[in-house]
């Protein structure tokens, strides 16, 4: 492509530059708006300086990657009311042999969970139950959450619906999920297994003993605070559904006000109790005649407001689903609820569950047999609306619209970008050195794809260079085409472990983990980067030597 005019490309570059300032620093301080407004900003900014015109920009948004997006998305929040999540979290502590066991089990749950549901969900629900299961056998959390981050960016690299850039990769290259999935998948489990052996050789020392005498104060979790933890994520709005899926449907619309109007219920009739003692101390000062008349008329009166605030009270708690199963009262509030479910709502409650996880599976089945990707995950998303049986606004509103915003910004931001010419010069500058026909030429490769991938974010750098790779790869033969597709797909999501700023699913385990109540602990950059830099250039170069085309 010849270099666009000069105002053109000047313009360009600076639109590019503001998008990948606010989408690498999404709180910069001079303009703290975040990354999706960011991409916005840059893709107006791309019109507005008439780098590409207004149809230019609605062409390059790319429906389906947005339609797979949205359905894996909302297939994602009915397996976590369905509990999903929480049988994994559960399999984590389930009949553990000691620190370097549970590492190892979590370098394989998050690794295979991230490769069905995504990495940046798969470290949402898991980060605190990581947390919560370090401070049960007094362990230090740090190994396992570099465990949970790292493990989950090397799994979701073996399907298209890993991680974003996969999606991008799959349907860019029209590589069917069967074969995506054949090349890449020795990779990933040797990938994850060496990511282990890492762990296990960097803090061998420390997962063989007992923290500092300075942490040992700390207060160890129970049993059940871990198999039946809810989740409070701090960058996605799910929630975690209870044992009963009526009951879930019950607490979605939860809030803090309803509980607050709870406790005061309970207070005002504590205060009723005692103004009743109080107002029979008082007439008991009185004539004994007086005392006998007043005293029976305040008591009924008193007492039957008593009783109508109980009444509301349990009325306010059915209709908020306000109800804690920490209680002994609750717990039969909760029976009786059982037992008055109509058959109908019961058959409901036992059969939902194993549907969700029926309907999941044929979606990953009709994906593997070549199906459509992204109508197949939006009829999945469907299926699954449709067998709820009830409003679905409460669930779809946990989808994070602001994710797709961001893809339709950054589609156009890089759309411009490439007609201003300059991705295209510099990549005339380094293809002879980049053939993926010889070893120099994949290590090449890898390393700008590694370098890239950090500096501007991997889906961006798969934009950038997808189209490029694989052209030029294409002279070779077909096959050539497609290993270079799959070399793209491995080395951007596994570049993602280099630094705590490389990957989404970093920095939600790391603001999970600070967030966490009760369990906040800080995963400081440079520790991160301790173990990011050596593992990262040691499963990427193992892994090239395994993906096939």
């Known amino acids: 492509m010849a270099m666009a005019v000069s105002v053109k490309l000047v313009l360009g570059s600076i639109a590019f530059a503001i998008f990948w300032v606010l989408a690498v620093f999404p709180a910069v301080p001079f303009l703290p708006i975040g990354r999706t407004a960011g991409s916005l900003l840059g893709a107006m900014l791309m019109v507005s300086f008439r780098v590409i015109t207004p149809d230019q920009a609605y062409d390059a948004i790319d429906l389906p990657i947005l339609g797979l997006l949205f359905g894996t998305m909302v297939v994602s929040i009915y397996l976590e009311r369905a509990d999903m999540f929480k049988y994994l979290g559960k399999l984590l502590s389930w009949k553990s042999l000691g620190a370097k066991d549970l590492l190892c089990r979590i370098c394989l749950i998050s690794a295979i969970s991230s490769s069905l549901f995504t990495n940046d969900t798969t470290c949402v629900v898991l980060t605190e139950f990581v947390l919560k299961i370090a401070r049960q056998h007094n362990l230090p959390p740090h190994p396992f959450l570099l465990a ?12 298209p619906i890993g991680n974003p850039q996969n999606l991008v990769i799959a349907l860019e290259s029209k590589i069917s999920f069967g074969d995506f999935v054949l090349g ?5 489990l040797v990938g994850v297994l060496v990511n282990a052996l890492i762990l296990l050789c960097m803090y061998w020392r420390l997962l063989s003993v007992q923290k500092d005498e300075e942490d040992a104060t700390l207060e160890v979790v129970a049993e059940e605070d871990v198999n039946f933890h809810q989740f409070s994520p701090a960058t996605m709005s799910h929630m975690t559904s209870l044992d009963s899926h009526e009951w879930n449907s019950k607490t979605e619309i939860v809030n803090i006000d309803s509980q607050a109007n709870v406790k005061g219920n309970i207070a005002h009739a504590e205060t009723l109790r005692n103004r009743i003692r ?11 005649g007086s005392v ?6 305040g008591s009924k009166d008193l007492t039957s407001e008593l009783h109508s605030q109980r009444r509301d009270e349990n009325q306010n708690i059915l209709s908020n689903g306000t109800a804690s199963m920490d209680e002994p009262g609750d717990a039969v509030f909760m029976q009786s609820l059982d037992e008055k479910e109509n058959p109908t709502t019961k058959w409901k409650r036992l059969l939902w569950k194993p549907c969700v996880y029926l309907v999941t599976i044929g979606m990953l089945i009709s ?18 609306v449709v067998l709820d049986f009830k409003d679905a606004r409460p669930s779809l509103e946990k ?6 915003i961001f893809f339709c910004g950054m589609f156009i931001t890089v759309d411009g970008f490439n007609k201003t010419g300059i991705p295209s010069a510099v990549w005339d500058l380094m293809e002879p050195y980049a053939k993926i026909d010889h070893v120099s030429g994949i290590a090449v490769l890898a390393v700008v794809i590694l370098v890239l991938s950090n500096v501007a974010s991997n889906v961006p750098t798969v934009l950038l260079l997808g189209a490029r790779v694989a052209a030029s790869a294409a002279q070779i033969s077909a096959a050539e085409e497609k290993k270079a597709w799959l070399i793209l797909a491995w080395v951007s999501t596994v570049a993602g472990n280099l630094s705590l700023l490389g990957s989404a699913a970093n920095l939600i385990v790391c603001e999970q983990a600070r967030r966490a109540q009760h369990l906040g602990y800080t995963l400081s950059f440079w520790r991160h980067l301790k173990f990011g830099v050596p593992a990262t250039l040691v499963v990427t170069a193992i892994g090239l030597t395994l993906i096939r085309g």
């Open 367 to 384: 994906l593997l047999m070549g199906l459509n990707m992204s109508w197949t995950a939006i009829a999945a998303a469907l299926a699954l």
């Open 292 to 297: 006998s008349s007043a005293n029976s008329n």
């Open 278 to 288: 109080n107002e029979n101390e008082l007439h008991r000062t009185s004539s004994a």
């Open 399 to 404: 989808v994070s619209y602001s994710l797709l």
């Open 148 to 159: 949970l981050a790292s493990s989950a960016n090397i799994g979701s690299s073996a399907t």
């Open 184 to 188: 890449i998948l020795p990779a990933m």
